[in-house]
């Protein structure tokens, strides 16, 4: 039977969601261990894996509003209920016109129940910032977008992280990256998914080189157990990084379906790696001149990922 993965509330492009099961598998953690999530997107590799201590980190204060809002119950789960039911109500009565004005609102006021609302509303459930620091997706035009079954679903997943907190001692920082491993020691594990190199040009989404190359020296210096998710190749290219900066690390891969747009065609698959400064119960370490075709590869069709 498959294992039952926990959604967050709030969504992101690139969510691991169908990644979990394998991601679990392959971390290294005992109940007193410090998991420090440093690009915590939607959190969701985190909040299954559950662990009893961790740091929630991510750049954009958004995200961190949000949970740090739920932490302090200045959000429950019944708050979001009736909030949806309101607002899903004026946009089931003025659609895109109303999705438009709780976007300017936000864009001013920041408000983390109405940052749930437009993530929830918007196109494919993405996070995206324009240069002027502006929430800018489009309306995901639904017919009875916020209908009562989707409310519940979503109070549902708040529920759950409020649960957790009550007995987790979980925090969220907004933070860059180098801040959030300044904690790291041995006692942690650090799960690590930066954003593709060279692949958004979004206000929290900006990675290049450099950036690469920051997280190898913060996360070698931090002497603590680390794994990486990143992109290892498609039917067109190669992550050409995996060799030139994380030569020294172990690596898997698994197949990952994405899904970008409404069409089928826009169904690609993509080779996901993850990499560890460990080694894992089956790996085989990264050396510059090993074909990848090579490397061990998995395939599952459970793992399949429509976002
Ligand atoms: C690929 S997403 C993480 C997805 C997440 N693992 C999930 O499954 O939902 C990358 C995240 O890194 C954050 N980020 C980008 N640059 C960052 C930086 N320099 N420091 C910290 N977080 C950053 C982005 O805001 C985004 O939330």
Redesign the pocket.
Known sequence: MSEKIYIPPIK?Q???TKLVPFIKQNVILNSDTVWIE????????GFNTAPNKAVF????PC?IDFYNAVKSKTITSNIVKEFLECEGKKLSEKDDEYYYEVRERFNKNKNPLDFLFLNRSCFNGM?RFNKKNCFNVPYGHKPQRFAKAYITKITNQVRYIEEQLMYKDWTFQCQ??QKTLENADKDSFIYC???YIGRHVDY??N?EEC?ELLLKEHLLSSDTKFML?TWDHNQYRTNEYIDHIWSFCHKINIEHFYHVGAKEANRNPMTEALLTNYSLPTHKKITNDSPTNEQISFFSTDLAINL
């Open positions: 992101i690139g969510i691991k440093p690009f915590m997107g939607s959190g969701v590799v980190a991510d750049i954009n995200i996070i860059p990256f998914d930066p954003p929290y989404d990675w950036d998710s």
